[in-house]
Structures are given as C-alpha cells and as structure tokens.
C-alpha cells in the first residue's frame, strides 16, 4: 500500500527533530520545519548559521513542540544532560555556547531550510535498496526527512525525477518545482549518527559512487493541506 510512513520536523537547524502524526504543509514547506537556528557570534563567523557540518555537538540536542499539525509555540530544547530549556529561557544562549564550545545567538525564523521553503521526501524502497547495498541497516534519521513514504516505485527512482514530477499525499500535493528542488544532493551530514557520536564515511563514500550523491527529493508544495500517517501517496 502506498502511504505516509513517518512525519519528521526539525524545529531547530542541525539540532535533532521530532517525529509526529499529523503536519501542515504550506507555502513555508513543512509548518515549523526549521523555524530557529543558531547563529555563530565568534568574531570571524559573525552572523553564519551554525551546522552539523561545522559542529557534530549540535546532534546531542533535541528540539520539539508536541504533537501539534501547525506549531504556534516556540520549541523546548533538550540537552546532552537531559536538561529541558524552553527556546525563550534567558540561560538557553548560555548553556548551548558551553555545550558547543562556541558563542552562539538564537535566531527565530520561518524558511531557513539550506534550500528556501521546501519538503524533503525520501522513499522507503530506496531506504531498503540502500541497506541492501551496504550490507547494514541505514537510519532514516541521518537523512532529516520531512515526509517518509511508501510508494509504487522502485528504488532510488527518485533520482531522476525533473521538473514538473509531482506527489499527491492525502490533500496535498507536491511537485519538483521553483529554485532548489529535484534530485537531494548529500552533503556530509548523513554520514554521522543521529547523536552525533559515530561517522560512518562508507556511507557516503557510496553514495558518492553508486548514486552521484544523491538521496531523496527536494519537493515544493502546490497544494496545501494537512498530511497524517497513514495518508494515501500517489506519484506521478
């Protein structure tokens, strides 16, 4: 059966996300997807946005809402220690700058996805077909996938998806449209755990090879709406 799998929503960059059974989707890409950041106030970096690619420790953090389709909340932060830090507590600056090692400021913003307002879709089949290939299970979270799926298609068919290529999940729709979209190019980010704590570089070693770095599908929405688990997928 094609169907949504798994919803994931990253409400801080680079920070670890939330699963959760129901989301909006709209002109911002997934609602709450990447909304804060932080931003790096070292005197050569001033103003950059700090990412796992920079700064692994930034994987020891978690960030949530609840289980809420459209947040209207700011985000809880959990440490390394466990610590629960709400995103406007006046210590939170604070102790993100001892855990990383670097000042840092917090940067409350819709739409700061490294590619504009955009849905990352990844596939099962192809999830599978790339364990298959590397003799291990692979976790889907290395990939920070907004939307999971089951689809009618076969492995990394994705991949050569072109402009105009479009979902249908539940009531929306999405299409490989606009600035930034199609075919995901991976950057290092995969290749480390979801905590941070290991780097797997085969993984990316692989892909580079066997799938010119690719993974997954960047994705615009033109049909707006609510998606759930469990919601019907049709790709065409």
């Not at 796992?52 to 949530?64: D, E, F, G, I, K």
Request: proline share 7%; hydrophobic share 35%.
């Amino acid at each position: 059966m094609s169907q949504v799998l798994s919803l994931s929503r990253w409400p801080v960059k680079s920070l670890r996300g939330e699963q959760v059974s129901a989301a909006r989707f709209d002109e911002r890409g997934m609602a709450g997807d990447r909304a804060y950041a932080l931003l790096d106030e070292r005197p050569n970096r001033v103003g950059n946005i700090v990412t796992v690619r920079q700064n692994q420790s930034l994987l020891s953090w978690s960030a949530h809402y609840g289980d809420q389709p459209d947040p209207a909340d700011s985000p809880t932060l959990v440490g390394p220690d466990s610590q629960q830090l709400s995103w406007d507590d006046p210590e939170l600056a604070d102790e993100l700058a001892k855990s990383l090692d670097i000042p840092v400021r917090l940067n409350p913003a819709d739409g700061q996805q490294d590619r504009g307002p955009t849905v990352l879709v990844t596939f099962e089949s192809s999830l599978r077909g790339l364990g298959e290939e590397l003799g291990a299970e692979v976790d889907l979270r290395r990939f920070r996938t907004n939307l999971h799926v089951e689809a009618e298609l076969p492995p990394f068919a994705e991949q050569d998806w072109e402009p105009g290529a479009t979902i249908t999940v539940g009531e929306v729709e999405l299409a490989v449209t606009g600035e930034n979209s199609g075919p995901c190019i991976r950057c290092a980010v995969p290749s480390w755990d979801a905590e941070g704590r290991e780097r797997w570089r085969e993984l990316q070693t692989h892909l580079i090879q066997a799938h010119e770095n690719k993974f997954g599908v960047i994705m615009r929405v033109t049909r707006p709406g609510t998606v759930e688990v469990g919601d019907e997928v049709t790709a065409g």
